[in-house]
């Protein structure tokens, strides 16, 4: 059992766990998720790690709430504790360059935040885009601009925080400048891919960590599986980071969207079910 040391909301949907998990805490890297159970009959979810303290023995991800799996997990407070969890799994984040961009958006920059602080921490020039529909889902800005960056960029859909457009606007005058060599992209797939027809056109390398549907994690069951330079594979053993250009963007929003009645409809019977306990 995985006690929960810290629960953070950031928004309506969004929330930050801080778990204590002394031996995870050891070997996490940034780039690499876990795979979460709540209990013995709940399904298993993946999260990407947000931060760690080996010192103190703690970890923690981000999540929103998209099915029962999530809204049950919203619903667990500080004390509570969760059945199982799983890793570090995934292979840690690799970035050549010693000028980079990273750019994450929505709840993306979840993950885009140990990248830049690794990348940082490694003595490279970091620039930070930062992408969310509006300044109330934009997460982590206090901890960005803590790290020593080269530029740190604020774009929202509606201008309510930054600049007003989408995460590409800041990231093309980057590559307009020659101000970076390479590009971490992690996020919405329309903004990865976006992210990188944009770098393809300067000719700048970019990585994207993908985040498909996942059942195992450990590379047995192929849910997870992705089409990259025409070859089929599994994000969970051979990713999530991958050369962003060889990716098939399509394929990959199609499969992300197979389950949205699914999830849908399990929210909608669990808040049923939890209004007849009531």
């Known amino acids: 059992?995985?006690?929960?040391?810290?629960?953070?909301?950031?928004?309506?949907?969004?929330?930050?766990?801080?778990?204590?998990?002394?031996?995870?805490?050891?070997?996490?890297?940034?780039g690499q998720f876990l795979m979460v159970r709540i209990n013995e009959t709940g399904e298993r979810v993946p999260f990407t790690f947000a931060n760690w303290n080996p010192e103190e023995g703690w970890i923690e991800f981000i999540f929103m709430v998209v099915g029962k799996t999530t809204q049950c997990l919203s619903e667990l407070n500080e004390g509570d504790e969760i059945q199982d969890i799983t890793g570090p799994l995934g292979c840690p984040t690799e970035i050549e360059g010693d000028r980079v961009a990273v750019v994450g958006g929505g709840v993306g920059l979840a993950i885009a935040y140990p990248v830049a602080r690794t990348l940082c921490e490694q003595g490279k020039k970091v620039s930070v885009i930062m992408g969310a529909r509006n300044k109330d889902l934009l997460i982590l800005f206090e901890q960005f601009a803590s790290l020593p960056l080269e530029n740190?960029?604020?774009?929202?859909?509606?201008?309510s925080m930054g600049e007003k457009g989408v995460v590409t606007l800041p990231l093309r005058r980057l590559c307009e400048t020659d101000s970076i060599d390479s590009c971490f992209c992690v996020g919405p797939v329309p903004m990865m891919k976006f992210s990188t027809l944009t770098c393809r056109e300067f000719k700048i390398p970019i990585v994207a960590s993908l985040n498909p549907i996942m059942v195992d994690g450990t590379g047995m069951c192929g849910c997870c599986r992705v089409e990259v330079g025409g070859e089929t594979k599994f994000a969970c053993?051979?990713?999530p980071d991958f050369d962003a250009s060889l990716v098939d963007w399509d394929d990959l929003a199609h499969r992300q969207a197979s389950y949205k009645a699914?999830?849908?409809?399990?929210?909608?019977?669990?808040?049923?079910d939890c209004a007849c306990q009531k």
Request: charge should be negative.
């Open 1 to 30: 059992m995985f006690k929960i040391l810290k629960k953070t909301q950031f928004s309506e949907k969004v929330f930050e766990f801080r778990v204590h998990a002394p031996r995870m805490a050891k070997h996490a890297h940034a």
């Open 152 to 159: 740190l960029f604020i774009t929202t859909d509606d201008g």
């Open 237 to 239: 053993v051979d990713g």
């Open 262 to 272: 699914e999830e849908a409809a399990s929210i909608k019977h669990h808040e049923e």
